[in-house]
């Protein structure tokens, strides 16, 4: 017993093992303070007995002999070297062994004092150092750890999309800017005349722009007809029936109510209406995609574990401690059984997971060439110049038909300020846009989808992943099979899934958790939106591969002419390049 106890106090001195009960060996008392390594006394050498005496008798002159005639006074001037010398075998004993394997040999014969009676999932026949206490401490933290495994598993294609959700974001603010900068610079360049209230049209009219793109409920037909009904009177002021001074304000909101009917721009709105609501539109439903996608993962990873899940992830990962077993890992089969038991719900994600990655690549494709939402906006100061053409050839007769429908101008003592647009200050910022072709923003949706396409089979194969990269021993090593160590796991293995828990012998799975429900029911829809089965008047993005040259001639199905913009460009065309930066 003394023997322990000395022991014990080593142990104690030379480093604390990681794991101690925290009742200590009961009715013990603390070790002394002094140094960590305390030196210990080299013990004295034992005399030679003489011949025929008996061991045990004590020798004339012994401390033994002078304790029996001093009233034990020799006892305590002996200082305890027998026992000192026993400190000193146990020690360089323990010096040979490895810390883990004396941290084990410790709680096998110091620890193990409780029978484990009122432990409800740690039971065992063997001995054992938890309390209640301890076991419910131990099961808060393996669900602490499975949470902590889950996000550390999908951190990365958490960042994925997060970064280009953010990247794309970014970039069409950037685009918008830039189309907005290229429409003013139009106006203070050709029609300076009237720049400074156009201008104002511009700013308004790329506001809407971006609304709609970041999910603003609004409709790009109602912004493309606002923007050109707020710019009718203003170019009929100036370029159609140009005074010395500005029309009134009631003449101004005539011509802007019958715009509509004169169509001073010819087909030039209607064919705007087409190209942005086939590249905004699209890209729109992207960045919701990959917000989606965001929100996903979020759920996941916070994933709220069943009661039998907890104590099934306990008799996994913690109750071999109770027996000492501290570096021990479940056998692979049982540690498929227990994740894939309490990732059931999860694992149901992984269809639709797999048909939203596969949405978003054929609508990334579908966004390439005429609809590009970079081609479209840089374009739009085409259109619009376009437009103005049209307004300015056709003035005499378009005059006719204001003075029938408003009567002659109205005009205020009032004259617009000329050019207020500062170039230059827009122009900062937008060095990114380069004329790279390797950059463009087609390219790095290409990019982004072909490192997403490596994670269309992650919710599926979750559980695998985790008990063989992480949790499981080994093939062909000694593991813990939820009772005992033990050479192999002889239960049968489920697969994944709802329906493969039935006969799971681990964890017993009841039915189909609403927030993961709730989930698959969002993917379902943003997959329907992907897929353009959501949009009645495009129906559905479409991809129609060309004969010889190989290439993909991506547009959107659904009638299309020259007017609504499925022609060439025309001459004026501005081609722009983007770079996306990481």
């Known amino acids: 017993m003394r023997a322990e106890r000395g022991l014990w106090i080593f142990t104690l001195r030379r480093e604390p ?39 045990g008798s ?31 075998h146990v020690q360089q004993e323990i010096m040979k062994l490895s810390l883990d394997v004396a941290v084990a040999y410790l709680r096998r014969k110091l620890l193990f004092t409780e029978n484990g009676v009122d432990l409800q999932v740690c039971t065992s026949k063997n001995p054992t150092c ?26 990365t294609l958490k960042f994925l999309i997060s970064r280009n959700a953010a990247a794309f974001q970014e970039t069409f603010e950037t685009l918008i800017r830039l ?51 707020t710019l009718f009177p203003v170019v009929y002021n100036h370029v159609i029936n140009p005074g010395l001074t500005d029309i009134s304000l009631e003449y101004a909101e005539c011509l802007r109510m019958a715009r509509r009917d004169i169509r001073p721009f010819g087909n030039v709105p209607k064919k705007a209406i087409g190209q942005m609501g086939r590249s905004l539109l699209p890209s729109r439903t992207f960045l919701q995609a990959l917000n989606l996608g965001i929100e996903v993962i979020n759920t996941t990873d916070h994933l709220h574990f069943s009661k039998d899940c907890s104590r099934a992830l306990l008799r996994m990962q913690y109750c071999p401690h109770c027996q000492g077993l501290t570096l021990s890992k479940p056998c692979m089969g049982y540690c498929l059984n227990v994740i894939r038991g309490c990732l059931a719900n999860m694992a149901e994600v992984d269809l639709h997971w797999r048909g939203y990655i596969q949405s978003l690549e054929e609508l990334s494709s579908a966004m390439s060439g005429t609809y590009d939402i970079e081609h479209v906006l840089l374009n739009f100061h085409s259109l619009v110049n376009d437009a103005l053409l049209q307004a300015h050839i056709n003035g005499p007769e378009l005059s006719e038909q204001v003075n029938k429908v408003c ?30 072709s390797e950059e463009t923003l087609s390219s790095r949706r ?42 192999s796991y002889t239960h049968r293995v489920v697969g994944s899934g709802i329906k493969a828990q039935s006969a799971n012998p681990e964890v017993k799975v009841k039915g189909t958790d609403p927030v993961i429900s709730q989930i698959i029911d969002k993917l379902k829809h943003v997959i329907q ?30 009638d299309c002419d020259d007017e609504d913009g499925c022609g060439g460009s025309g001459s004026g065309e501005v081609k722009r390049v983007l770079k996306i930066t990481d």
């Not at 990681?18 to 030196?39: D, L, T, V």
């Not at 305590?76 to 070297?81: A, L, P, T, V």
């Not at 101008?409 to 004329?435: A, H, I, W, Y």
């Open 17 to 55: 093992p990681p794991f101690i009960h925290p009742h200590g060996p009961r009715a013990r008392p603390p070790p002394p303070p002094g140094p960590a390594f305390a030196p210990l006394p080299s013990p004295p050498r034992p005399p030679i007995r003489p011949a025929g005496e008996r061991r």
């Open 58 to 88: 004590p020798r004339p002159g012994s401390p033994r002999s002078a304790a029996q005639g001093a009233g034990g006074r020799g006892r305590r001037e002996d200082g305890g070297g027998g026992r000192r010398w026993l400190y000193r």
């Open 130 to 155: 938890c309390t209640k206490k301890m076991e419910e401490l131990y099961q808060t933290a393996a669900k602490q750890d499975i949470q902590q495994l889950l996000q550390t598993s999908s951190a």
């Open 179 to 229: 189309a907005e900068n290229y429409t003013s610079t139009l106006f203070c360049n050709a029609y300076r005349n009237m720049a400074a209230e156009a201008t104002t049209r511009v700013q308004e009219f790329f506001t809407d722009v971006g609304l709609f793109i970041f999910g603003t409920d609004i409709s790009t037909e109602e912004f493309v007809n606002r923007f050109f009904d």
């Open 407 to 436: 009567g002659p101008p109205v005009r205020k003592p009032t004259q617009s300020p000329g050019c207020s647009f500062d170039q230059n200050k827009d122009n900062q910022g937008l060095e990114m846009f380069s004329r790279d």
């Open 446 to 487: 290409k990019e982004f989808i072909s490192h997403l396409r490596l994670y269309r089979a992650f919710y599926g194969g979750l559980a695998d992943q985790l008990c063989g990269n992480e949790l499981a021993a080994a093939d062909g090593l000694p593991c813990w099979n939820g009772e005992d160590f033990v050479r």
């Open 529 to 558: 939106l992907l897929q353009g089965k959501s949009f009645p008047k495009y129906d559905k993005w479409d991809l129609r591969q060309t004969g010889s040259g190989g290439g993909v001639d991506e547009q959107i199905s659904g």
